[in-house]
């Protein structure tokens, strides 16, 4: 039996203890971005007739979302690979290959996409899961989201923002 208790008294789930226990164990008292990856480019394609008119590329972030609600993020990666600029008119744009990350703690990914001829990624909508690889996007540019992040916050997510001292004991 082995169990982690946080100096400030925060219930610390079975995966994190794990996720500890390798970071801990490969010397490493930081698990960060290099436990998501970099998302790979989505594959866009246009689509049937929608609103969208023009020139757009596509981009991902994988995320972990707190488990209790599935909407508070809890941390992000970088923008990953973009996609191919995709021009539709009057359409919509299918987005397939959608990656998934190997690691367990991601949970969601958020899609990211420039305005007509744009270059800021901006938010499209977030997957709430880490399984589904493809999306239709008929969203209009006045409806965009927040920009991609500029800093990874997935680092910080594994466990909390908040910084820990730990007690470990395996027996």
Not at 47 to 61: D, N, P
Not at 68 to 88: C, K, N, Q, R, W
Not at 148 to 155: H, K, Q
């Amino acid at each position: 039996m082995s169990f982690v208790t946080p100096a400030n008294g925060d219930v610390i789930e079975d995966q994190d203890i794990d996720l500890l226990r390798a970071a801990l164990t490969a010397g490493s008292g930081m698990v960060g971005n290099q436990w998501l990856g970099a998302p790979a480019a989505p594959t866009a394609a246009i689509g049937s007739a929608g609103i969208l008119t023009g020139a757009y590329y596509y981009a991902v972030t994988f995320v972990v979302l707190r488990k209790t609600d599935m909407t508070t993020v809890l941390g992000e990666t970088f923008a990953g690979t973009a996609s191919g600029t995709v021009s539709p008119s009057s359409q919509q744009v299918n987005l397939t290959a959608i990656p998934t990350s190997t690691n367990p703690r991601c949970n969601a990914r958020r899609i990211y996409r420039t305005a007509a001829g744009g270059s800021q990624l901006k938010l499209v909508t977030t997957i709430a899961d880490n399984t589904s690889t493809a999306y239709t996007d008929n969203l209009a540019d006045a409806s965009l989201g927040a920009n991609a992040p500029t800093s990874d916050s997935a680092d910080q997510s594994v466990f909390s923002s908040q910084h820990y001292a730990y007690q470990m004991a395996m027996v």
